[in-house]
């Protein structure tokens, strides 16, 4: 039982390094979302993707951008990391919009 | 303003009480509601899907006011293992899904 996966789990970047993180779903869900989460700020929602070949801004979009790689991945691109990027970042799918979202174990990423 | 807002707490309640979080949205084209509960470092997990009529699921009681657009989460004779945050979620038409910053329970004995 899978559910989502997010790789690598611990990043530690030098400001200006671009880094991807992966996100997979093997539960045949149509929607995906990328969110970070700092301490007394709740999750915040990155971008998301209502479905495959589709893709949207969510509250936070600057300084980061995504791809729909198909219907399972859905993986975030730091072009040049900053400090103020430092974050968990989760990674959620879910089936459709009535549905719950599941959440995969999250990446734990700084930025020096 | 946020579209969606929680009182971030902490409730500081003992074992056996009733505790209620509320969580306000500002879009009226809100189209489903959820509550999460997440512990330390972990990953959100669900607690319930609030509906229209309301929904209980043990100790645990949601209901859904679309007129004042609020959700509220009611939790009956607390337990020590109930200590988390208690996120509530609001998906839009758009699919577009939104967490309140979490309220913080602590059931202490």
């Known amino acids: 039982n899978a559910g989502v996966t997010q790789t690598p789990k611990f990043q530690v970047l030098k400001t200006g390094q671009s880094m991807t993180l992966q996100c997979a779903q093997d539960?045949?869900?149509?929607?995906m979302y990328w969110y970070r989460q700092d301490p007394g700020m709740g999750l915040r929602l990155i971008y998301y993707?209502?479905?495959?070949?589709?893709?949207d801004k969510g509250e936070v979009p600057n300084g980061y951008n995504v791809s729909r790689l198909n219907k399972r991945e859905f993986s975030l691109r730091l072009e040049s990391a900053a400090p103020s990027q430092t974050s968990v970042y989760f990674c959620?799918?879910?089936?459709?919009?009535?549905?719950?979202?599941?959440f995969g174990q999250g990446t734990r990423l700084t930025v020096v | 303003r946020k579209e969606v807002e929680q009182d971030p707490g902490p409730f500081n309640v003992p074992e056996g009480a009733t505790v209620a979080f509320n969580c306000t949205y500002s879009?009226?084209?809100?189209?489903?509601f959820f509550w999460y509960r997440q512990d330390c470092r972990k990953e959100p997990k669900l607690l319930m899907s609030?509906?229209?009529s309301g929904n209980e699921d043990g100790r645990f009681t949601a209901q859904l006011n679309r007129a004042s657009q609020y959700i509220s989460l009611l939790i009956r004779d607390s337990k020590l293992s109930d200590s988390a945050t208690y996120l509530c979620?609001?998906?839009?038409?758009?699919?577009?899904?939104?967490f309140g910053t979490g309220t913080r329970l602590q059931v202490f004995p």
């Open positions: 609030v509906y229209s």
């Open positions: 959620a799918s879910s089936f459709d919009r009535d549905t719950e979202a599941f």
């Open positions: 993707s209502a479905s495959e070949g589709t893709t």
């Open positions: 879009n009226s084209a809100s189209q489903s």
């Open positions: 539960m045949n869900h149509n929607s």
């Open positions: 979620a609001v998906r839009l038409v758009t699919d577009k899904l939104i």
